[in-house]
């Protein structure tokens, strides 16, 4: 049973770019959550999908975007990114269906450098 | 922002000794979480407490709640040096599973 993967794995841009992220949720999985770990602190919630529609949102700018494709997958997107973008992207799968509560399951992160 | 904060923020014991962490949050909740992170890496899920419960147990570890004071407790028992890395509690709060964070504990358990 795979669980939550992430590509790429590292990722350096320059001020300015754009980048894609990506998540396979776990099988069986319907719901991915975004999350933004800066260095030393805790994970940031960004935003969730689930039936292909954001359904909650964090404290983020409209420069994060995302998309949930029919097979549950996921990007994030960023636009102009700044220095402060620079960080551990997390992405969770769970399954909205279930009790509120559901465990959450993390991937391994996509670390991306801002220059 | 942080809905927690974790205390302490760092914590270094002896292999076999008890480690305790302490949580505290803000609001109202529905179940809090514990994570464990390895060298900022993806986050493990350990154990899930609801509001309702007070107390609960899994292998090595002990979590408690109490939600008058806002605050939760995890205890891991015998530690083991496998067992360094950050953990970082976090809330539930309304539906959909969104999950706030608290700043982390990083604990060091030495041989």
């Known amino acids: 049973d795979a669980g939550v993967t992430q590509s790429p794995t590292h990722l350096i841009k320059t001020r300015g770019q754009q980048v894609t992220l990506r998540c396979s949720p776990k099988s069986g999985h319907d719901t991915v959550s975004w999350y933004q770990q800066a260095l030393g602190q805790g994970p940031q919630f960004i935003f969730q999908?689930?039936?292909?529609?954001?359904?909650q949102r964090g404290n983020f700018p409209d420069r994060f975007s995302g998309h949930q494709f029919p097979n549950y997958s996921s990007e994030l997107n960023v636009n102009a990114l700044l220095l402060g973008d620079s960080a551990l992207y997390l992405c969770?799968?769970?399954?909205?269906?279930?009790?509120?509560?559901?465990?959450?399951?993390f991937g391994p992160g996509t670390r991306l450098l801002v220059l | 922002s942080q809905q927690g904060e974790e205390d302490p923020q760092a914590l270094s014991i002896q292999e076999g000794e008890n480690a305790t962490m302490n949580c505290s949050y803000k609001?109202?909740?529905?179940?809090l979480q514990w994570y464990r992170q390895n060298s900022g890496r993806g986050l493990v899920h350990l154990i899930l407490i609801r509001s309702n419960e007070r107390e609960k147990h899994s292998g090595r570890l002990r979590v408690t709640l109490d939600t008058s004071k806002k605050s939760s407790s995890l205890l891991i028992t015998a530690s083991r040096a496998a067992d360094t890395a950050s953990y970082f509690c976090?809330?539930?709060?309304?539906?959909?599973?969104?999950?706030?964070f608290g700043t982390g504990t990083q604990l060091k358990v030495e041989l």
């Open positions: 609001t109202s909740i529905n179940n």
């Open positions: 976090a809330t539930g709060t309304g539906g959909g599973n969104k999950l706030t």
């Open positions: 999908y689930y039936e292909e529609e954001e359904r």
């Open positions: 969770a799968s769970s399954l909205v269906a279930g009790a509120v509560g559901e465990t959450q399951y």
